[in-house]
C-alpha cells in the first residue's frame, strides 16, 4: 500500500515560470490537504480539497496559487510566475475522511516537493 | 482560533540524555493531539498522538501525555540517540466547518551529539 506521493521531489524554476506540483493521496484517502514549509520555519496549512471540490483555501495566497484535485488523477497545486519567495518545501497529506473516528483526523504525509527558485 | 506552541529550537543534547520538548496548545473543546517527526530531507511522519485528556501516546521511546488542566503535550524520550536528530512538531486536529483540520508548531529541531 503506497503512502502519499509526491512529485516533482525537487523542482528549480525561474522566476516568471510556473511551477506545478503533484500529490497522489494513499488509497483509499478522499481528502488532500497542502502544507507549506519555510526555510527555518514551520508548517502552514494551504489548502483541503476533495475531490472535485475545494473545502478550505484560506491558507492560500490570493495571487498566482491554486489548486485543485480532480475525480480522476493526482492533487495538483499550481504556482504561477514564481517569485523567489516561493521557494520552499510543499507537503501533501491526505486522510480516509471527514468525520468522527480516530482514522478520519490522521493526515499521512508525502515526501514534500522542494522547490527552489531562482 | 486554535493553536499549538512549542518551545524553539535547536535542543542540543548528547547521547543517552533526557530530552523534554515542551507543547503547550489553545482550543476550545477536546482535540486530538499528535507529534510528528522529520527526519532531513524527508516529510513528516507520525510519531506518536493522543485523542483526549490523560492518554499517554508512546512509540520509539518516545512519549507524551495529554494534560488537560495545565493545555500540554509535552514530548519526553529518556534516553535520545543520534539518530534521534530531526525536527518535531506538535500538532491538534480540530473541526470545524470545512472538517478536518490539523494545525501544526513551528518545530523544534533536536541535535544528538555522540
Known amino acids: 500500500n503506497a503512502g502519499v506521493m509526491q512529485n516533482p521531489r525537487h523542482l528549480v524554476r525561474r522566476r516568471g515560470q510556473e511551477a506545478r506540483l503533484r500529490c497522489s493521496p494513499m488509497?483509499?484517502?478522499?481528502?488532500v490537504y497542502w502544507y507549506r514549509q519555510l526555510p527555518e520555519e514551520g508548517l502552514k496549512f494551504m489548502v483541503y480539497?476533495?475531490?472535485?471540490?475545494?473545502?478550505?483555501e484560506s491558507g492560500m495566497p490570493k495571487e498566482r496559487f491554486s489548486a485543485e484535485f480532480p475525480k480522476e488523477g493526482p492533487s495538483i497545486l499550481r504556482i504561477q510566475q514564481v517569485v523567489r519567495g516561493d521557494s520552499a518545501a510543499y507537503f501533501c497529506a491526505s486522510s480516509p475522511r471527514s468525520g468522527q473516528g480516530s482514522g478520519a483526523n490522521v493526515l499521512t504525509f508525502g515526501a514534500g516537493s522542494r522547490l527552489t527558485v531562482l | 482560533g486554535d493553536s499549538v506552541t512549542q518551545m524553539e529550537g535547536p535542543v542540543t543534547l548528547s547521547e543517552e540524555a533526557f530530552l523534554t520538548i515542551n507543547c503547550t496548545y489553545t482550543a476550545t473543546g477536546y482535540p486530538s493531539l499528535f507529534w510528528y517527526v522529520q527526519y532531513p530531507g524527508e516529510g513528516l511522519q507520525l510519531l506518536l498522538k493522543a485523542t483526549k485528556a490523560d492518554d499517554k501516546g508512546s512509540n520509539k521511546g518516545f512519549e507524551a501525555t495529554y494534560r488537560k488542566e495545565t493545555t500540554s503535550f509535552h514530548l519526553e524520550k529518556g534516553s535520545v540517540q543520534v539518530s534521534d536528530s530531526a525536527v518535531y512538531f506538535c500538532a491538534l486536529h480540530f473541526r470545524n466547518n470545512a472538517g478536518n483540520m490539523l494545525t501544526f508548531g513551528g518545530g523544534t529541531r533536536l541535535m544528538v551529539k555522540p
Open positions: 488509497k483509499g484517502h478522499s481528502h
Open positions: 480539497l476533495q475531490k472535485e471540490n475545494i473545502i478550505d
